[in-house]
């Protein structure tokens, strides 16, 4: 599990992206042993449970893949579904 900050966007509260992109590679790192490059979460996604979406990571040596996330509940709690390789 991922706990992520929150960000207002207008009037939507949205994950913030920053934060949620570096724990997703801190993740990555500690717990899959792989090198990330960089990762890259959008910016506009809902505060809402249940809300699933992609995060695009690149790993040090150049694969690209893509990391699956669920937000659980309104603090922006976030949990991995899956990790794939990118399309």
Avoid: H, W
């Amino acid at each position: 599990m991922l706990a992520t900050a929150l960000s207002l966007s207008g009037c939507r509260t949205v994950i913030d992206d920053g934060k949620l992109e570096a724990q997703v590679k801190a993740n990555l790192q500690n717990v899959q042993g792989v090198e990330i490059e960089s990762v890259d979460c959008p910016s506009d996604v809902d505060v809402r449970p249940g809300v699933i979406f992609d995060c695009e990571v690149v790993t040090r040596d150049g694969v690209r893949a893509t990391a699956v996330l669920k937000n659980r509940d309104g603090d922006a709690n976030v949990t991995f579904l899956d990790v794939r390789p990118a399309k």
